[in-house]
């Protein structure tokens, strides 16, 4: 708890939670185990209403990856996934699990900080799903 506590306070997460203001979401190590979800996935879906979808992308329509959505201006828009402060594929969250995590935030639309900001259209932010693993670099 001490190693994820300190993670989070080099990361900057406990900074971005008390200039959020209630907006975004924020779950530490504590919480993370206290939500007993076997996957990374489970632990995400829901938070903010983000849905994890695998995304047929090979033959014959099978999953071969995974997105993480939600709903900005009436659509679904893809939420870019940061890992320790880097911008990875989403699969990249299927290889950890639930206690190999610090903490994660997610964030929808206008809420999401400037660091994590990447515009999919023209004035357009569709949020972020960020995560620190216990060996997080900020």
């Known amino acids: 708890a001490a190693a994820s506590a300190r993670v989070l306070r080099v990361t900057g997460f406990y900074d971005r939670q008390r200039a959020a203001g209630g907006r975004g979401a924020f779950?530490?190590?504590?919480a993370i185990a206290d939500l007993e979800r076997g996957r990374v996935a489970d632990v995400i879906n829901g938070l903010r209403g983000v849905s994890g979808l695998p995304v047929p992308a090979g033959s014959w329509g099978v999953p071969?990856?995974?997105?993480?959505?939600?709903?900005?201006?009436?659509?679904?828009?893809?939420?870019?996934v940061y890992?320790?402060?880097?911008?990875?594929p989403a699969?990249?969250?299927?290889?950890?699990?639930?206690?190999?995590?610090a903490g994660i935030e997610v964030y929808v639309g206008a809420e999401t900080p400037p660091r994590f900001?990447?515009?999919?259209?023209?004035?357009?932010?569709?949020?972020?799903?960020v995560v620190w693993t216990n060996g997080g670099q900020g």
Do not use: M, S, W
């Open 91 to 101: 699969t990249e969250l299927d290889r950890l699990k639930p206690e190999h995590l």
């Open 117 to 129: 900001n990447v515009r999919q259209t023209v004035g357009q932010v569709c949020g972020a799903i």
């Open 83 to 88: 890992l320790d402060g880097i911008l990875v």
């Open 64 to 80: 071969t990856r995974r997105a993480y959505t939600a709903r900005r201006f009436g659509a679904r828009c893809v939420l870019p």
């Open 27 to 30: 779950l530490d190590a504590q």
